[in-house]
């Protein structure tokens, strides 16, 4: 049984939309690695061509990320150029996901991203929306639960970003081939959030909609009566057989879900 205490209504940051802003691409899942390249090449167009005037990146932009000493590496290096360039063009906004948690200001700032707590209520064009990666209220994972405690404690970081770079670089290398061998047995595809936790988080922030990733079951639907959740894809444009990319764009007309360009 869930541990519905796990996922309390939290603070909340509130992200005020500038009065010019016309539309927000939300994107969420890209899990971006030397071994996805035709899913950086369609970041780095929807960076380019997005008519939007923010990007909000919802969690797991990175298949893993093992701290900002590792930005100077060559794919990292890259992702950092990227969105660095895409920055001065627009604003760009990022809340880690459960892997790239260790995502921190260091790298924020050489991006130019704004950094997003986890959850934040986005006051957007008479709307208010609780943005969240989404593994927080995946209350039936409690395996997972127990380990996201576990990495999100400060001394916890500490200890593991004061390992060796390369050590951890072996680590997230092992890691990274046990999910590609267990991609398809990945717990996001056998939960969801918690429908009860979701609606009291909306409660308490004031608001009727919530944007999340995660779970990679892009759809709207109606939590409860007068709250309704919009899930955000992932991108896999690698994939032969299922490749997948889309936005999530806002306006003051409402939602709309694009493919990728």
């Avoid at 005037?53 to 992702?79: H, K, M, N």
């Avoid at 627009?90 to 986890?118: E, I, K, Y």
């Avoid at 409660?203 to 709250?227: D, I, K, Y």
């Avoid at 690698?238 to 007309?253: H, Y």
Wanted: glycine share 6%; hydrophobic share 45%.
């Amino acid at each position: 049984m869930a541990d519905a205490g796990a996922a309390a209504a939290p603070a909340y940051f509130e992200y005020a939309v500038p009065a010019p802003w016309q539309a927000i691409d939300f994107i969420s899942d890209l899990h971006l690695s030397p071994a996805l390249p035709r899913t950086f090449d369609a970041l780095a167009q929807e960076l380019r061509q997005t008519p939007a005037d923010a990007v909000f990146i919802l969690g797991d932009l990175f298949e893993f990320w093992i701290g900002d000493d590792s930005r100077t590496q060559p794919f990292e290096q890259r992702c950092v150029d990227l969105l660095a360039a895409a920055a001065q063009r627009r604003t760009l906004a990022f809340m880690v996901g459960n892997r790239d948690f260790l995502v921190g200001v260091a790298m924020l700032l050489d991006c130019g991203m704004t950094g997003l707590p986890d959850p934040t209520v986005l006051d957007a064009w008479g709307r208010r929306v609780v943005l969240t990666h989404g593994d927080a209220l995946c209350l039936a994972d409690t395996d997972y639960q127990a380990f996201r405690r576990q990495v999100r404690d400060a001394h916890w970081q500490r200890q593991a970003l004061a390992r060796p770079l390369a050590e951890r670089t072996v680590l997230a290398t092992q890691m990274r081939a046990r999910s590609e061998a267990a991609r398809r047995f990945d717990s996001n595809f056998n939960v969801d959030v918690d429908a009860g936790a979701a609606v009291g988080w909306l409660q308490a922030a004031g608001a009727t909609e919530m944007v999340h990733g995660h779970t990679h079951r892009p759809g709207s639907n109606e939590l409860a009566p007068g709250f309704k959740r919009h899930v955000l894809s992932d991108w896999d444009l690698d994939d032969p057989l299922r490749p997948r990319a889309e936005i999530l764009r806002l306006t003051r007309d409402g939602f709309r879900r694009l493919p990728a360009r």
